[in-house]
């Protein structure tokens, strides 16, 4: 397996922020590309979150909420988040909790404070002006803190070899909400592309 360089692309995710209803957040989903160019990541030729091999959940934390204008920034603090080998899938978007199955392969720490921007246009609707969210976007930067070497289709893998220190990622999140599953307030689909931090000094 080779490592990655700096800054070279180590992964692309989608997922779904989920608001429970004591107001706590998290995000789950599962990966389209990974640096394990000889694995399989789905089972099967349909690609979806039933057939991921390759999933992440994160811990539940609690943001604040800041607006400029038509500007809506969401600060989340420093979190953890992991990623999990399913060799049976099983994700569900109605169940989040499903996507923390199977084998824990590596953990991740958000570095600093995250900040994810929604956009928003103000348009005028019979008379009143209605302010409509268009998109949302962040980025941040997340350090491994634990990573477990595995076999999968005969190979062995280990992220830390792949990405190094850890990764940077960028998000774009729809801003309309989908109906949420039982326990949960609000829904938004997400997808992030993540470039390798590599394994030079801190």
């Known amino acids: ?22 107001g706590s957040l998290a995000d789950y989903g599962y990966f389209l590309h990974l640096p394990f160019a000889e694995a399989s990541l789905f089972d099967g030729a349909i690609m979806g979150e039933t057939t991921a091999h390759f999933t992440f959940a ?4 609690q943001a604040k909420a800041v607006v400029n204008g038509a500007l809506k920034l ?3 603090p420093v979190g953890e988040f992991s990623l999990y080998l399913q060799r049976r899938p099983a994700g ?13 392969i590596a953990t991740f ?5 995250a900040v994810g921007t929604t956009v928003a246009a103000n348009l005028a609707l019979n008379g009143a002006s209605v302010s409509l969210p268009l998109v949302g976007a962040n980025v941040f930067t997340a350090h ?4 477990v070497p595995f076999e999968f289709g005969g190979r062995r893998y280990d992220l830390e070899e792949s990405v190094g220190r850890g990764v940077t990622q ?11 599953p039982p326990g949960y307030r609000t829904v938004l689909p997400f997808t992030g592309s993540a470039i390798a931090l590599g394994s030079g000094a801190t």
Request: hydrophobic share 50%.
């Open 1 to 22: 397996m080779t490592a990655l360089s700096s800054a070279e692309l180590a992964w692309y995710a989608t997922g779904r922020f989920y608001e429970a209803e004591d």
């Open 58 to 61: 994160a811990k539940p934390f």
């Open 74 to 76: 969401g600060l989340d």
């Open 92 to 104: 569900d978007f109605g169940d989040p909790a499903s996507f923390a199955q199977g084998e824990c």
């Open 109 to 113: 720490r958000r570095a600093s404070l």
């Open 144 to 147: 491994l803190i634990a990573s």
């Open 170 to 180: 960028f998000g774009t999140a729809a801003a309309a909400a989908i109906a949420p």
